[in-house]
T-cell receptor, first 113, second 114 residues
């Protein structure tokens, strides 16, 4: 699976949009981009994933560049409860075969009141 | 709908002992993966079970073993515990083994080896 690069930490004001970048310049054509977050002392929580097109769900939006070498996770109206470590992961897409998620160190997002 | 449940939540063991951690997957899920998370690090993949067999394994020694039962629940066993095995152990469940499925994590078991 391709490696990802994320800033170690970011701050964002409460109520503003939080934009978390991820670089995955070696991503291959059939690899998906996944985002998870981990709030202190809890297990990781799935947020969103995508292949080529931008994706949106009730939690966040995922913007993937046209060349797919980078992506941005957007939390539209950040709250204090969004303070967490955010992990960007790329995973190979295939019809079968077991796999595990490869977590890096992620971005520690701190929402300021 | 219960999510992924793990037991116990906390555990203290002595170096050299053996430990068994348990995981019940989310309803409808048939695949269980185990991760180790040391303090300040991201989770590291240990192995995954599907259809009661180990399907893939991360870079962990044979001291780490597991089992999956017919009801899809799973156990993680660690033998000859080392101080370095102290970590949060996370269980994740998903449906099938395809890479597009999202994994749901439990709250973890905090293992302390003294």
């Amino acid at each position: 699976d391709a490696k990802t690069t994320q800033p170690p930490s970011m701050d964002c004001a409460e109520g503003r949009a939080a934009n978390l970048p991820c670089n995955h310049s070696t991503i291959s054509g059939n690899e998906y981009v996944y985002w998870y977050r981990q709030i202190h002392s809890q297990g990781p929580q799935y947020i969103i994933h995508g292949l080529k097109n931008n994706e949106t769900n009730e939690m966040a939006s995922l913007i993937i560049t046209e060349d797919r070498k980078s992506s941005t996770l957007i939390l539209p109206h950040a709250t204090l409860r969004d303070t967490a470590v955010y992990y960007c992961i790329v995973r190979l897409s295939s019809g079968g075969g077991a796999d595990g998620l490869t977590f890096g160190k992620g971005t520690h997002l701190i929402i300021q009141p | 709908d219960a999510g992924v449940t793990q037991s116990p939540t906390h555990l203290i063991k002595t170096r050299g002992q053996q430990v068994t951690l348990r995981c019940s997957p989310k309803s409808g899920h048939d695949t269980v993966s185990w991760y180790q998370q040391a303090l300040g690090q991201g989770p590291q993949f240990i192995f995954q079970y599907y259809e009661e067999e180990e399907r893939q394994r991360g870079n962990f020694p044979d001291r780490f073993s597991g089992h999956q039962f017919p009801n899809y629940s799973s156990e993680l066993n660690v033998n000859a515990l080392l101080l370095g095995d102290s970590a949060l152990y996370l269980c994740a469940s998903s449906w099938g083994t395809g890479r597009n499925t999202e994994a749901f994590f439990g709250q973890g078991t905090r293992l302390t080896v003294v």
